[in-house]
């Protein structure tokens, strides 16, 4: 089974298939390939899907259980081998990763070999204080991808006019010249969740 083709106008065929893949490779990010691979899979059994789950899923905590500090030390304490997760039940035996523990070990949570090329990202602070956490280009390749797969079921894709409200400042202020003309020419406008009003909504 496939997905059903998109009824797409030229422009947004440029955008979506030559404008917006040269900007995600000149970031050096695999959204494209991501992309497609997710509208692959999503049609798969859920055994299928179920067994790549828990193969990337060991493989997951096997790279951070010797590479990162805080989970190094952690999977250490508790004797926890990601070798012998057979199901997310498995999970368990984990503690819950917190905002607290996410400010006390900020650094130890960094990957080694990634550190340069993360990028600083924050929640709203709705809970009283915002939280600092860092993330790297595959999880935004994989954040964007998803996003793009999501909006191609409703038959809107990159290019086609989108309005965009959100709430974190860090991304707000970086809104410079270079990424107003990529909006502008992606047909995409951001709004300022936290400075809505009704004349601005109107």
């Not at 951001?190 to 601005?200: C, D, G, I, T, V």
């Amino acid at each position: 089974m496939t997905a059903p083709a998109l009824s797409r106008s030229l422009y947004t065929a440029l955008a979506a298939d030559v404008m917006f893949p040269l900007h995600e490779q000149l970031k050096r990010h695999d959204t494209v390939r991501i992309r497609r691979e997710m509208e692959e899979t999503q049609w798969w059994s859920p055994e299928r899907l179920q067994a790549v789950q828990l193969q990337r899923l060991q493989a997951l905590l096997s790279e951070i259980g010797t590479q990162v500090p805080y989970y190094a030390r952690l999977f250490a304490e508790l004797r926890f081998d990601p070798r012998g997760v057979q199901s997310l039940d498995d999970l368990q035996r984990l503690p819950f990763l917190t905002k607290s523990l996410i400010r006390a070990h900020t650094e130890d949570l960094k990957h080694p070999a990634h550190r340069q090329a993360l990028s600083r990202f924050n929640t709203g602070g709705s809970s009283g204080e915002p939280l600092v956490f860092f993330i790297g280009k595959e999880r935004v390749s994989h954040d964007v991808a998803a996003k793009w797969r999501a909006t191609r079921w409703w038959g809107v894709d990159i290019g086609d006019p989108e309005m965009v409200v959100w709430g974190s400042p860090i991304e707000l202020g970086a809104q410079d010249r270079l990424r107003a003309w990529r909006d502008r020419l992606l047909r995409t406008e951001l709004l300022q969740a936290f400075e809505m009003s009704e004349a601005k909504l109107d």
